[in-house]
């Protein structure tokens, strides 16, 4: 790859090896400041503790970091900072009780033996388990099962061919994050990490496809919009370790990461708020509440660092040749109908509702397309790039929101631009299906748009309340005005 080419798309070498040394300072300030018995640190996740959690994790960090020929003395150094602040005795009594737990709790005991670190009585009491004929007498989902795969492999047992497994992962389905959770988008990352043991193996036949890449892409330009940091770190990762390189989508956001990264000194994570740090009066309880908020999205944005040093990185995707995209019927037909509804339910006549809709703009708080793409644009990136990026991001967080009024904008700025992208054709296809037997388009069945009709069903089941709002502003102001 040209030099400078890799470090316009994805940093110099030594910016990588330094955000790579960061993360791994701030996961040993992590371990050794971590306070297993604050109530943060404290909280039951299930089978382990957030304190636990973290450990792990870490641990699992550490690990990766030793594989290569990065930083081996901090790595090392961050696996003993974890032996000497670990306590195995509630991890080794559970494995005693549930030996199914010997690949979830376990995990790190299996990680401190790979350094080396690990006691007898820890190595006996995991094996033990994992040799057991009860290790699968729990139920979980598919990429669990992968996870569970995975943890195998560190025992240097032998790995089981969980073929059913991937394919019933999400990764494997049909989806759009227009459809997607968070959890969803984390099931699929986290099958691919462990499907391709962490960018170590070729992405297997059932992940190596364009529907799997293209809904990535998409999740990037969501994420990047809605300030998930942490779930965009792991998306990035994932399309290193599916094809090595990134999309056009996937450059702007490591670009835009990159810049807050260096603009703040961490990644910031999306549970973490300034306000909540501010309002912690002393010092150690912030110092807890910081790490505990921000660990996680250190160590991924340290592992796509890491990823991007140690693998043999392609030039990222030339931007795609987009099909032709005019304004679906879907639109059309959707503003047709809240115009009619709204002069029924205002008892205004169709053309004062035609004037308002024509006035509506655009009505969220997140995902102007505008601003998201003043935000983005920088050296290096395509400014149709970041256009259709930026429409995308839009698309989504409307949908998600369950905002007709924001989602009809966007696909009309959409067919502006003329390009069609798959979350376009997926946002069209999404207000294609709102509309209701009686011909209107909304949702009765959500509790903030019941509320907002006051007790009107009639509206109440055709518009969404943004919808309602804002058409109601508009036409009253407009009915003020043909009156004067």
Sequence with gaps: MEPSARANAYGTTDELRDRLAASLDFAQRTVECADPLHPMWKVDLGQVSGFDKMMMEAGLFALLVARTEYWQDAAWSLARAIRKNYDSGSAIACILRHPRLATSIGALLLVLERFGLATEREVSVVHRALES??????EHVPFRLLDRR???????????????????????????????????????????????????????AALDGDALWKT??????????AGDFDLLAELLLSQLFLRRRFSPYGVVAWRRSRGLWDSLGFLPSPSLSADAFVAFGEAEERRQYAFHNMYHTMLVGGLVALALLDQRVALPEAPSRADPFEEPASVGRAIAEASRHLACALGIDSALAQAALAEMK??????????LSSDWTGEGVAEATVQAMANDASIILAAQDYDLPRLAEALRRAAVAGTATPTIQAGADFLACQFLAGGGVGAGMLAKEREAAAGNDDLSTRVTSALANCLITVSTRLSGEVAA
């Design 216 to 225: 990535i892409d998409a999740a990037v330009a969501w994420c990047l919009a």
């Design 133 to 138: 004929p009860y290790l699968e007498s729990s």
């Design 150 to 204: 995975w943890i195998w492999s560190l025992a240097q047992s032998e790995i089981p061919s969980l073929p059913e497994a991937l394919h019933l992962s999400t990764a494997c389905r049909t989806t759009h994050p227009i459809y997607m959770s968070r959890d969803d988008g984390y099931a699929i990352t986290h099958a691919v990490m462990y499907a391709t043991d962490f960018g170590a193996r070729p992405a297997p």
């Design 362 to 371: 655009w009505t969220g708080q997140d995902g102007d397309p505008d601003a």
